[in-house]
């Protein structure tokens, strides 16, 4: 197993995905989208940024060649997560999103990061693989728990180049994850470190490595399953 393991996870599905999915592909990388699946090609005028623009979601028939290479995931039906309804706010989006993709859709985001210890147990009696919250942790330690995933900081994070500096000089041998997440919207900002520009610079720095392994979020599960299971062997 190589040291360094980098992943990436996207929320929320609008149309810049498309865009960040070539970027991800071009430079050799892999990343996990988390996908609002009741909100599928839904579009609405909104403001933000200081602008007026358009909230755009992907359409169902484009999720397969959109993602291509990537990991489509389940972000809810429509960024609630409702505890007593697994099947409703999860399971169902779950089934669906694996219908579109063709292969199991077994991971989550939680909508704003939020959980309970509740929805958590919900959740590993129902299959789910791994679910990530949005409390960062500024460190390269593997997740103890796959379902309270906390990533290690978002793209625009300001120690985001200190921290991407520390993980490429890296040199111990137990295995460190770096996981970036974001939402592709974030990255129509025009000001430095938040910009699509400011985002290719970071993933040409981090590209085409022998030392790191580019894996989606359920790779990354998978393997620290794995690893998991020859510990206790
Ligand atoms: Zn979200």
């Known amino acids: 197993m190589k040291n360094k393991i980098l992943t ?10 498309r865009k960040l999915c070539e970027m991800f ?22 403001h933000r940024y200081g602008e007026d623009t358009v909230v755009e979601r992907v359409s169902a028939d484009e999720i397969k ?14 960024h609630k997560c409702d505890p007593d ?7 169902r989006s779950m089934r669906y999103l694996s219908e579109l993709c063709g292969y199991e859709v077994r991971g989550l985001a939680y909508p704003g990061g939020h959980y309970t ?19 960062v942790t500024h460190s390269f330690e593997l997740p103890e728990n ?4 906390n990533p290690t900081c978002k793209y625009d994070d300001e120690d985001i180049n200190a921290l991407t500096d520390e993980f490429l000089a890296y040199e111990g041998e137990e295995p460190i994850l770096f996981y970036i997440y974001g939402h592709s919207y974030e990255l129509t900002q025009k ?6 520009e400011s985002f290719e610079k970071l993933l ?8 790191i392994l580019y894996a989606t979020n359920k790779e990354v599960a998978y393997l620290l399953e794995k690893r998991n299971n020859n510990d206790n062997s």
Request: proline letters at 0%; glycine letters at 10%.
């Open 8 to 17: 990436f996870g996207f929320d929320d599905a609008e149309i810049h995905d």
């Open 25 to 46: 592909r071009k430079y050799g990388m892999k990343s996990t989208f988390f996908i609002l699946s009741g909100q599928l090609g839904f579009k609405c005028d909104f």
């Open 65 to 78: 060649d959109t993602y291509s290479g990537m990991e489509v995931a389940s972000h809810t039906e429509s």
């Open 85 to 91: 309804d697994f099947e409703g706010t999860v399971g």
């Open 117 to 135: 210890h509740e929805l958590v147990h919900n959740l590993s009696q129902n299959g789910v693989l791994y679910s990530r919250t949005a409390t």
């Open 146 to 149: 796959l379902l309270i995933w």
């Open 191 to 196: 000001e430095d470190g938040k910009s699509f």
């Open 204 to 211: 040409q720095k981090l590209s085409f490595r022998d030392d």
